[in-house]
C-alpha cells in the first residue's frame, strides 16, 4: 500500500475528475463517485495505492488550505504591483 498526493485539477461534466499526482507528475481521471462527495477543484486529496491502482481518496483538508492561502498570497502581491492596463481606454 502506497500513499501520494494530488490535486482536483478539473471536474467534467460533474463525472469524472483528472487528479494530478505530485510525486509522478502524472494525472489520474477517475469517476467523481468515487471520491468524498464534498470534493472540488484545487481540494488535495492522499490517494491510497495498491498494487499500483488507487483504491481509496482522502482530502487533505490541511494542505488544500495552505495552498489556497498562498495562492490568494500570490494574487494580492501581483496586483499591488499592477500599474494598471497600458490600454487606453475610449471616451
Known amino acids: ?4 498526493h494530488g490535486v482536483i ?4 461534466d460533474n463525472m469524472k475528475a483528472v487528479i494530478l499526482i505530485e510525486e509522478e507528475e502524472k494525472e489520474l481521471i477517475v469517476p467523481s463517485e468515487q471520491l468524498p462527495p464534498e470534493h472540488k ?4 486529496l ?3 495505492f495498491e498494487n499500483d491502482r488507487p483504491t481509496k ?3 487533505n483538508y490541511e ?3 495552505e495552498a489556497k492561502s498562498s495562492t490568494a498570497d500570490r494574487l494580492s502581491r501581483l496586483r499591488k504591483k499592477s500599474s494598471g492596463s497600458k490600454f487606453n481606454r475610449k471616451k
Not at 500500500?1 to 501520494?4: D, T
Not at 477543484?41 to 488535495?44: L, Q, V
Open 1 to 4: 500500500m502506497e500513499r501520494k
Open 9 to 12: 485539477d478539473r471536474v467534467e
Open 41 to 44: 477543484e484545487g481540494d488535495w
Open 46 to 48: 492522499v490517494v491510497t
Open 57 to 59: 481518496y482522502e482530502i
Open 63 to 65: 494542505k488544500t488550505k
